[in-house]
């Protein structure tokens, strides 16, 4: 299973665009990049899945170099309403293992 | 009309004591999960089920005893408690389509503390 490495927290300015970025070496042929947002108080909430290149949905946009060794999460103009933590989970989801292991996550902190 | 409903939502027990923690999902989904969230929020896999059946069980100590009564249910029981079991407890679904595990649904969670 692969493993996945992320930033402990970042900082970000109201308005700014965030990228954060997951790197998950390990990865194997069949396995999915899928992201996670959650609130304080609050279950995880899905927000993008993707396997290869560029995923956008209305929420965010997901990029996967072509080795993908990593990807990156990219929320435009956030909001402090962006304020959260962010897991980033690889796995088969022909197997189920695409919900099955969050790593540390990420909490990015949303400044006025 | 609450997707994935944890009840209770806050739970306060003594050492040693066995409790509860129920789940349903009205999403129609086939399968069900726990996972535990400690202090430092690190979210773990405790089980998953498959149309009732379990096919998941990550090193957990078999004072937890997953239980589901059918597909829109994941009951999950810890007898004598520990310390260590303080945490929250988020019950999730997901719905399989064409062999592809889709997304998770999560409930709210429910906060355990164990004095």
């Known amino acids: 299973l692969a493993k996945t490495t992320q930033p402990i927290s970042m900082d970000s300015y109201e308005g700014q665009e965030v990228n954060i970025t997951c790197s998950h070496n390990n990865i194997a042929t069949n396995d999915y990049i899928t992201w996670y947002q959650q609130f304080p108080s609050q279950g995880p909430r899905f927000i993008i899945q993707g396997y290869k290149t560029k995923v956008t949905n209305e929420v965010a946009s997901l990029f996967i170099p072509a080795d993908r060794k990593s990807s990156t999460l990219s929320l435009p103009r956030v909001s402090l309403s962006d304020t959260a933590v962010y897991y980033c989970l690889v796995g088969d989801p022909q197997t189920g293992a695409n919900n099955l292991f969050f790593g540390t996550g990420t909490r990015l902190t949303v400044i006025p | 009309d609450t997707a994935v409903s944890q009840t209770p939502k806050y739970l306060v027990t003594q050492m040693g004591n066995d409790k509860s923690i129920k789940c349903e999902q009205n999403?129609?989904?086939?399968?069900m999960y726990w996972y535990k969230q400690d202090s430092k929020k690190f979210l773990k896999i405790m089980f998953s089920?498959?149309?009732?059946?379990?096919?998941i069980n990550e090193t957990v100590p078999n004072r937890f005893s997953p239980k589901s009564p059918d597909k829109a249910h994941l009951n999950l029981h810890i007898n004598s408690l520990e310390l260590g079991d303080s945490a929250v407890y988020f019950c999730?679904?997901?719905?399989?389509?064409?062999?592809?595990?889709?997304?998770?649904?999560f409930g709210e969670g429910s906060r355990l503390t164990v004095l």
């Open positions: 089920y498959n149309n009732k059946e379990l096919i």
């Open positions: 999403l129609g989904h086939d399968t």
């Open positions: 999730a679904s997901s719905h399989t389509r064409t062999g592809f595990a889709g997304e998770l649904f």
